[in-house]
Structures are given as structure tokens and as C-alpha cells.
């Protein structure tokens, strides 16, 4: 059998770096011969640019990649070599993505990840019509095609696309005051060596009239952040491609930097909603999946989340078409738990103001804080408490189909439903007090999304009926524990 040649990057990438090398040079003699001083910025981001496309081109030439039945396999560098190898059942995604200059010289980046920084790699500079085929290789089922030949079209099924409705909902935060910052600091930094000061008129308009300055800054940073997310998000598209079974859920988004990312339905194991605590109020959420090799922070976020801030009504009807056996296990009704988690957080709420205040204390007595110091954590109850009322009542857990669905989270509360079978194990905790309590904490252990989710402070016969539906052998061995609390948690499963 005759060995797989080995690829390389298109040769546009030289031509792309030659115009940053000329963008950079001009950009350096306009800092040099503009003032009489050197524009030291225009110097400094020249001499970056120059590095980086001389650095890029070193890239292009010792860049090789090849892809057969088994793996994808990428080396590169020339100092320090490397060599990257991902087996193919253990890519999780596939993702494609290009800046607007790239764009325009017909070139993508293709992300393959599996899951894992250390194996997980992209191709940086590929045309588009290579790119387009690489993804079509790495589907699920796929068959490594030839170089140059043509992807055979897949069936796609539209679940949704950008509506107007969610703009508004996305961009009108009270957090917009604060989108206009960044760009000024940018604009200042490029118009400071012109003796232009904007940070200094910026600090005069706040110290004669901060209404003012809030009524201004609110409807730019309400357009900053309106200009951001339809950049990001235009053309927006979330469809099912391929036939049953090797389907993948797809994401397409973007303008000037387009954005394409493909999850294997394979590896699908479950659904989330996410809903801070203002979000909540108004009945939004933002929907992610949950797939064996995507975790829910990091590189995998943009990965993980399928659908911006929408009205939860819309989310739970989206969510039955993301999930590929239509379930609707979010809309599930939860069980309760018991008072003594109410006051356990209450109890937590309390003591910490009371503790703090303590410490204080005792440095006012000793001469090292003025006596007014002490009684100041205090006025923190007013916020704990409130806090840990809203905290119990985001608890939640339940049995949906062959789902396990777990709620929680104060600040931010997330609605997770699990497929039964990415279960891996189970950790059951008690403390003294929830010994005393009747209660106990149960630790779902999965190799997606998160990675370990956790049931708090649910009653014994709670967490033991929780674990019997969706494990029943698990449940018979669980004998140690007594219903209402026995005499000791059984071992982690």
C-alpha cells in the first residue's frame, strides 16, 4: 500500500506576507518622517509586524501535513522540530476560520481539535478550496479523499439562522458604557504622538459632569458593542450536515473574520443552558452543547456554544432540533431539595460577614484599625443573604428519558442534561452537618463538556433514587446508606 504524500501550505501565504512586509515598512518611515521625533508606536508595531511576517514565512516553508485512514500528522519548525500526530476517532472538531486579509487572497485556517492542547493543532494558511476539502475528510465516515479531489456536497438541514430579534438582546447591557473604553484607548494610543489627548478630555468631562459623560458613553458603547456582534455573528447559521449516522452539528458565522466550526453528533452527549443572574430576570439564556473532548471554558468555549443570548421559549424549542434524537430533556420538571440546603446557605451567608468582622476586630482592639472598621462585612448580609435564597432556589436535578439533568449556580445558574450513557462514575459525599441534615452530594463524572457535574446538598432518598434511574445495578450496590441518613456515604463508584 502506497504510502500518503505529504501536503504543504499554499504558496499565497508568500504573497500575503510580502504585502505585511510592505504595510510594515510603510507604516515605519511614516513614524520616522512624519514629526521630527520619532512615532515611536508606529516604529514599535512596524518592526512586530515585519518580525511576524518574516517569522510566517519561515512557517510556510518548513510546514508539512498529510492525512490517512488512521491519523492527521503535521510537522513543522526548523530549529525546534515538531511533530503532531492525532489519530482520526479522536478528533472531536473541526473548524475553519479566516481573517478578512486572508480572506481576500482565498486563504483559511483549519483548527483540528481532539480534545486535548497537546495533539490538537491548525493548518494556518491553506486555499479555500483545500480547506473545504480537509473538512469534508475529517467528517465523521469520511474516507481520506485525494488532494485535488472535489468534496461530494453533504445534505444540510437548516435548525437556525440570525434574527433581528436577538440583536437587541445581545448588544444592551448595562456592561456597554465599558465597550467604548477599549477603542478609545486604542484611538489615544495612535493620536497621542499628534499631541491629540483624548484620555485627558475623557478625565475633564468626568470631573464636570459624570451624567453627562454616562449619557454619552451609554449609546456608543450600545453601537460598539452592536458593530462587534453583527461582525461576529453575521450570516449566522446553525445546521445539521451529512446523512444518518455520520452527521455533524455545523456552525458557520462572521464578516470580516469568518468562523466555520463542524461537532461530530458522535460525540454529542448532552445540552446546556446558561443564565447569569440579569439574563434570568429577563427569560434569556445562551445555549451550549456537551461532547466528549469539548470542555465549557478556554479554547473550546466558541466551540461548545451554539446559539447566542436568545428568549428562553425560543432556546428550548432549538434545543429538541440541536439534539439528534429530538429530546427536550431541559424542559424537565425538577425535584426540590430540602429546607436544610436553604439553611445551610443562609448559615454560610452569615458567618462569613461574622467572621470577617471578628478578624477586624480584633486589630481595633490592638490599636491597628480605627474602631469604625469592624462593623463594615456586616453590611455584606444584605447581599448574602439574598444571594443564598437565590442560591437554593436555583437548585434542581431530575430524570428525563435517557437524560440526568442538573441545575445550579447563583451568579450563574446552568441547566445540564446529560445523556445516561456519558456517565463514567459517581462520587457521593457527606459531611457531618449533612450527615445530621438527611442530605448529601452527588458527583457525576463524564468525559464531556465539564467533565464532573455536581448535585448539592440533595436529600439521601433524592440523591439515591437520582442514581438508581439512571443506574439501577449502581443503586443495589449502594447498601451501605440506610434511607434517611445511615450510618455512613457509600464509597465513589
Known sequence: MTEEAWRRLSVRVVHLDLIRVAISLVTGYLGIVVSDDPIWPLVAGACAGLAGALTNLQ???????????????????????????????????????????????????????????????????????????????????????????????????????????????????????????APLFALNWVLRPFGVDLLGFGRGLLE?????????????????????????????????????????????????????VQRSDERLRGIAFAEPLAWRWLRLTSTKVIATGLRFGGESSTTSGVLPRIPMAE??????????????????????HPRGALVRRLGQAVYGPLLASGALLLFVRSGALPGWVWPLPLALMVLTGPAAVLAYRALGHGLS????????????????????????????????????????????????????????????????????????????????????????????A
Open 208 to 260: 464636570s459632569n459624570l451624567i453627562l459623560l454616562l449619557v454619552l458613553a451609554l449609546p456608543l458603547g450600545v453601537a460598539v458593542t452592536t458593530v462587534t456582534f453583527l461582525m461576529e455573528n453575521w450570516n449566522f447559521e446553525l445546521v445539521r450536515k451529512g446523512t444518518p449516522p455520520d452527521t455533524a452539528l455545523v456552525t458557520r458565522r462572521g464578516l470580516l473574520t469568518t468562523q466555520t
Open 401 to 492: 428519558g435517557d437524560y440526568l439533568v442538573v441545575r445550579g449556580g447563583v451568579l450563574n445558574r446552568d441547566t445540564v442534561a446529560l445523556q445516561q450513557r456519558a456517565v463514567i462514575g459517581w462520587t457521593f459525599e457527606q459531611s457531618i452537618l449533612q450527615r445530621w441534615g438527611g442530605r448529601m452530594t452527588v458527583g457525576v463524572a463524564t468525559a464531556a463538556g465539564s467533565r464532573y457535574y455536581k448535585v448539592p446538598d440533595a436529600g439521601v432518598d433524592q440523591a439515591l433514587e437520582f442514581a438508581a434511574g439512571a443506574d439501577p445495578e449502581l443503586a443495589r450496590r449502594l447498601t451501605v446508606l440506610q434511607p434517611g441518613g445511615g450510618a455512613g456515604a457509600p464509597p465513589s
Open 59 to 181: 512557517r510556510w516553508r518548513t510546514t508539512r501535513y498529510r492525512i490517512t485512514a488512521q491519523r492527521v500528522e503535521m510537522r513543522s519548525g526548523w530549529l525546534a522540530r515538531k511533530h503532531r500526530v492525532v489519530a482520526r476517532d479522536r478528533i472531536r472538531n473541526v473548524s475553519t476560520s479566516a481573517n478578512l486579509l486572508p480572506r481576500l487572497l482565498g486563504l483559511a485556517t483549519v483548527h483540528i481539535g481532539s480534545g486535548e492542547s497537546e495533539s490538537s493543532f491548525k493548518l494556518d494558511g491553506l486555499d479555500r478550496g483545500h480547506a473545504t476539502r480537509l473538512e469534508h475528510e475529517l467528517m465523521p465516515g469520511a474516507a481520506p479523499a485525494e488532494p485535488e479531489a472535489a468534496a461530494p456536497p453533504a445534505d444540510e438541514r437548516v435548525i437556525a439562522r440570525l434574527r433581528r430579534s436577538w440583536v437587541p438582546l445581545n448588544v444592551v447591557t448595562v456592561w456597554s458604557v465599558f465597550a467604548v473604553l
Open 315 to 336: 432556546a428550548r424549542e432549538l434545543a429538541a432540533e440541536i439534539l439528534p434524537d429530538g429530546s427536550r430533556p431541559l424542559e424537565a420538571a425538577l425535584q426540590r
